[in-house]
């Protein structure tokens, strides 16, 4: 069997960028390859806000449209706007597509919102050196919260972490421990406490790993 990888990059304003992987599948004796699945990887290496959604949104339809066997979303945030968040979320979780959320390259987090981006996925991976939590809500300028709203936010995104947690067979109570008590998680932490599925180096490696799932 060989396996192997084609890559094209395409630039954004928002310097997030998609890559198209082509993997190529078992080859039969005599009777040459089979048609190789394609997998997107969508990018975000910017705090989450409505272009990092509007990018989002237009990846995951694209890559429904090319028939695309995998979305690879990769992720590197220190978080950002909650409905931002709930938008990437909500097409994630609807998209006809399967999608991975991976947490890449090594020192890249996702703190914050790219928490709740990251439990969303289909498949939740992360890169060795990198690190995921601190989802406790904070003002926009990362400012404590006034007293009441502060306890209408945090049992808002409580609920929140806990119904993706339990939709995708994931940790309820450490989900829940990033948001509450801002717990920070490093990829053996997270794959130890049930939050994420796979530790990868690198989206090929990713794939790989998700061939046959």
């Given amino acids: 069997e060989r396996l192997g990888f084609w890559w ?3 630039g954004f304003s928002m310097k997030a960028r998609a890559l198209l992987l082509a993997a190529l599948v078992s080859m039969a004796a005599g009777l040459g390859a089979d048609r190789a699945p394609l997998v997107v990887e969508a990018r975000i290496d910017t705090p989450i806000h409505p272009a990092a959604a509007s990018y989002l949104r237009n990846t995951l339809a694209q890559a429904n449209r090319d028939g695309a066997s995998l979305v690879v979303l990769t992720l590197s945030t220190p978080g950002g706007l ?13 998209s006809a597509v399967p999608v991975a959320t991976y947490v890449a390259p090594a020192g890249a987090q996702a703190a914050s919102a790219g928490f709740f981006l990251l439990l969303s996925g289909d498949v939740a991976a992360m890169a060795p050196g990198t690190n995921t939590g601190a989802a406790h809500p904070v003002g926009g300028e990362g400012q404590d919260l006034p ?7 945090e049992q808002d995104a409580r609920a929140f972490i806990r119904t993706l947690a339990r939709q995708r067979g994931r940790n309820v109570e450490k989900a829940e421990a990033a948001v509450a008590r801002s717990v920070s998680y490093t990829e053996t932490e997270a794959k130890d406490g049930g939050l994420v599925e796979v530790i990868a180096r690198d989206v090929p490696e990713l794939v790989a790993r998700l061939d046959g799932r």
């Fill in 82 to 94: 909650l409905a931002s968040t709930r938008e990437m979320s909500t097409a994630i979780l609807t």
């Fill in 147 to 153: 007293k009441k709203l502060n306890e209408k936010a």
């Fill in 8 to 10: 094209d990059r395409v």
